[in-house]
């Protein structure tokens, strides 16, 4: 089993804020890494994969990094539709793991 | 348009069964390989089981292993999940999940809006 480490599990920040979330594995998965975006109630949200992939449609402001062990997503400029849960993923062998999840909110 | 929409859900005693079903539209379903993910009530996403597009490849959780079930009937275009066995800690939203393949590995790209399963006596 690969064990992730997403981090922080909240973070506090303001609209116009450039924020980064960590995603750290127990072992290297090359860049079969993807970023998934949940607002409450609803599915979650396809953002980045292989690891620095932007999805069709998703804003520029959304970034992805690393290989390997450790993943970084980055919002350059937060903006009010972006508060919201984010979770990484890795896809490189079964079973599929996903991390904790980070909560962005409202300073 | 992907359209992925989940049935099946509700109350069941804690040693009850219940049949989900993933009705998918949009895309050629027997083309695509398919998940269910789970996410308990205010808890983070857990993967379920992963099936190949024919079938003939299926994986499971521990967690699940043994107690649920996961099939697929192409010429319906459907994803189902038998779930027998079931106790309280199964109380979760599923979902049913799209698996697009690539060159750099097969993730998901689509999620339906989740059905709602409560074990519970």
């Known amino acids: 089993v690969i064990w992730m480490t997403q981090s922080p599990s909240l973070l506090s920040a303001s609209t116009g804020d450039r924020v980064t979330i960590s995603c750290r594995m127990s072992?290297?998965?090359?860049?079969?890494l993807a970023w998934y975006q949940q607002k409450p109630g609803k599915a979650p949200e396809l953002l980045i994969y292989?690891?620095?992939t932007l999805q069709s449609g998703v804003p520029s402001r959304f970034s992805g990094s690393g290989s390997g062990t450790d993943f970084t997503l980055t919002i350059s400029c937060l903006q009010s539709e972006d508060f919201a849960t984010y979770y990484c993923?890795?896809?490189?062998?079964?079973?599929?793991?996903f991390g904790q999840g980070t909560k962005v909110e409202i300073k | 348009e992907v359209q992925l929409v989940e049935s099946g859900g509700g109350l069941v005693q804690p040693g009850g069964s219940l049949r989900l079903s993933c009705a998918a539209s949009?895309?050629?379903?027997?083309?695509?390989?398919m998940n269910w993910v789970r996410q308990a009530p205010g808890k983070g996403l857990e993967w379920v089981s992963y099936?190949?597009?024919?079938?003939?490849?299926?994986y499971y959780a521990d967690s699940v292993k043994g107690r649920f079930t996961i099939s697929r009937d192409n010429a319906k275009n459907s994803l189902y999940l038998q779930m027998n066995s079931l106790r309280a800690e199964d109380t979760a939203v599923y979902y049913c999940?799209?698996?697009?393949?690539?060159?750099?590995?097969?993730?998901?790209?689509?999620w339906g809006q989740g059905t709602l399963v409560t074990v519970s006596s």
């Open positions: 999940a799209r698996i697009l393949p690539s060159i750099v590995g097969a993730y998901i790209d689509y």
């Open positions: 949009g895309f050629t379903f027997s083309s695509y390989e």
């Open positions: 099936i190949s597009s024919s079938g003939s490849t299926i």
């Open positions: 072992q290297g998965i090359s860049s079969y």
């Open positions: 292989a690891a620095s």
């Open positions: 993923q890795q896809y490189y062998s079964f079973p599929w793991t």
